[in-house]
């Protein structure tokens, strides 16, 4: 394997009995990489008969980090228990894929998109509004978001 960045290949593993192999990349930094792959007839072949050929794969993209929330707000809107929450969201490498919210529970999420309708950026700005639906003197909105390699970052803040 090797990182974009990088010039000298490191060994991930040699003389595999196995025609599949998957890679932990949750040991790598986040990042782009190729493989390459080098097999061998050599075990079964005479030395001056035996051949090899490598194949290096296309770039792929590492992502362990969960997308950023920032600028996480709420403000009354004017009408009786009305907030409008409003959020900005930033993964590094990754498309965002999904954001929800929830209020005062951590079982009933509604889907929320970003304010120009569709997941397609690294980052995305989101504007919505909430009613909770019991009235009392503090409420706790969460916002969870996912991007497209599956990492969560779950966010929260008070309306009150």
Not at 4 to 13: I, N, P, Q, T
Not at 28 to 52: F, K, M, Q
Not at 75 to 83: I, Y
Not at 129 to 145: A, D, F, I, N, Y
Request: glycine residues 4%.
């Amino acid at each position: 394997i090797k990182g974009e960045d990088e010039s000298v290949w490191r060994l991930l593993e040699e003389e595999l009995p196995l025609s599949s192999y998957t890679i932990d990349t949750g040991s790598l930094a986040d990042g782009n990489y190729r493989i390459r792959v080098e097999v061998s007839d050599r075990a079964e072949n005479p030395a001056e008969s035996a051949t090899t050929a490598s194949l290096v794969s296309e770039l792929f993209t590492v992502d362990n980090s969960s997308p950023r929330i920032t600028r996480l707000s709420a403000a009354p809107t004017g009408t009786p228990g009305e907030w409008e929450i409003t959020a900005e969201v930033e993964d590094a490498l990754s498309i965002l894929a999904s954001a929800e919210y929830a209020v005062d529970s951590l079982e009933e999420f509604r889907a929320v998109l970003p304010e120009d309708g569709v997941f397609d950026f690294v980052k995305e700005t989101f504007r919505f509004r909430v009613r909770p639906e019991k009235p009392q003197p503090e409420h706790v909105l969460t916002l969870r978001v996912t991007d497209r390699e599956g990492n969560v970052q779950v966010g929260k803040i008070l309306l009150k």
